[in-house]
């Protein structure tokens, strides 16, 4: 067992807190990634991008953001969250206002993200 913290994992593992990334033993997980990062307002820099395998949650824990899946475009706010399933398009458009985030994808897989505009 051993216990983490998200603060110390944002700065050493860019907010990820599980997956089949992690070397160490303790926290890595073929079944799940799991990851909770902060965002900060005027960010654009998400790519529209597909996850052909499995699916993934956001959870907005604070802030708010403009988000698309697939050619739907929409607002996305505190205690709001979402599926998107496996070979959707997605992208977070803007952070509308600093946003905390945590995001599940399941499986965990390798190369599991495609990126779709450059």
């Given at each position: ?54 699916k993934e949650y956001l959870i907005i824990l ?47 897989v390798p190369d599991n993200k495609i990126i779709?505009?450059?």
């Amino acid at each position: 067992m051993r216990i983490g913290n998200i603060s110390k994992q944002r700065e050493t593992a860019r907010g990820w807190l599980v997956g089949q990334f992690f070397d160490d033993g303790s926290f890595k997980d073929n079944d799940v990634e799991i990851y909770c990062k902060k965002f900060f307002k005027g960010d654009k820099s998400d790519k529209l991008h597909t996850h052909p395998q499995g699916k993934e949650y956001l959870i907005i824990l604070s802030g708010k953001i403009k988000m698309q899946v697939d050619e739907e475009i929409f607002e996305m706010g505190e205690g709001d969250y979402i599926a998107i399933k496996a070979g959707q398009k997605d992208k977070i458009i803007e952070i509308l206002e600093d946003t905390e985030i945590i995001g599940v994808r399941y499986p965990s897989v390798p190369d599991n993200k495609i990126i779709l505009e450059e």
